[in-house]
């Protein structure tokens, strides 16, 4: 195969991850937003804060759609790119992903129509929990897809085929507890609830400035702000365990995060900097032409 094609696909596959990664986040913070929305509709029977629900669910229903387009030919790809990739690992790699789409997408799919379109056709409780269906829904697809990338990223559970050249399952559990797979799934969602809420705030504060639908303004800003406040330190706990799973397993890809070229004990960390172009392993360039480091 010419490195051409490789490298085109491999184009491909990270500009639709990219594309498709701009949506999700939001899904992921947004539906759990919209749901302590509804919950205090429900609870207090005020109609401002129906309202108030329907517009955010307006705009989650818009990035769902998006996202779910974006995420079905990503899919593909996996066939149409990485053919031979899948059939060596898919027995593994393939399970966690039939088991995101037959137990969550279906879930949050089905409750979705529930959620968007049976205002005033189910009662109140029918559709709170439809709401809260698809918030777990997608967080559930978020744990499996992110299960098979932890596998990715940290094999377990597996053996080789010499028969087939395939690898194959061996501990179904072993996979699906994977820590590697774990760390990335909290702190994706938690990055997802953080999104959500930056998202509520910030619109909600312009339209604040515009003295736009301030009662709803006011209100969103309350729920997205003590939600972010929340979110925002489980994300930096989780954050930092993730940080640790990728240097006990994968210490190599960490230096290259870090632009590390001769690694040392007690290495500091580089918040930002400008890498030195002309620096090579083992020569004594200096890394960066500029940095700034937290020892």
Do not use: C
Request: net charge negative; aromatic share 14%.
């Amino acid at each position: 195969m010419e490195d051409y094609i490789v490298d085109w696909s491999r184009a491909q596959f990270a500009l639709t991850a990219l594309y498709h990664w701009i949506f999700v986040p939001l899904t992921l913070g947004l539906t759990f937003i919209v749901a302590i929305m509804e919950t205090i509709y429900v609870k207090t029977g005020k109609e401002e804060w129906k309202s108030i629900t329907k517009f955010w669910m307006t705009l989650l229903g818009i990035n769902f759609a998006i996202g779910l387009a974006t995420g079905i030919i990503m899919e593909f790809e996996f066939g149409t790119n990485w053919s031979n990739y899948s059939w060596i690992v898919g027995d593994i790699f393939g399970a966690p992903l039939a088991i995101e789409g037959l137990m969550a997408f279906f879930m949050e799919s089905t409750f979705f129509a529930v959620m968007f379109f049976g205002w005033g056709k189910v009662s109140k409780k029918m559709h709170l929990l439809s709401t809260w269906l698809v918030a777990i829904g997608s967080n559930l697809s978020a744990l499996w897809i992110l299960v098979a990338n932890g596998w990715m990223q940290h094999p377990t559970g597996m053996k080789f085929n010499l028969d087939t050249a395939r690898f194959e399952m061996s501990n179904f559990f072993d996979v699906i507890f994977n820590p590697t797979a774990y760390s990335k799934f909290l702190h994706t969602v938690g990055s997802g609830y953080v999104m959500g809420s930056l998202f509520v705030v910030g619109i909600s504060a312009w339209f604040l400035l515009k003295g736009r639908d301030t009662l709803l303004a006011k209100k969103s800003i309350v729920v997205g702000a003590t939600f972010g406040l929340i979110t925002s330190i489980f994300l930096i706990l989780t954050g930092d365990e993730s940080a640790h799973q990728v240097a006990l397993h994968q210490p190599t890809k960490l230096a290259s995060m870090e632009a590390i070229y001769d690694g040392q004990k007690r290495e500091s960390l580089i918040a930002i900097g400008e890498l030195n172009p002309d620096k090579e392993i083992g020569d004594k360039k200096d890394d960066f032409l500029w940095k700034i480091e937290i020892p």
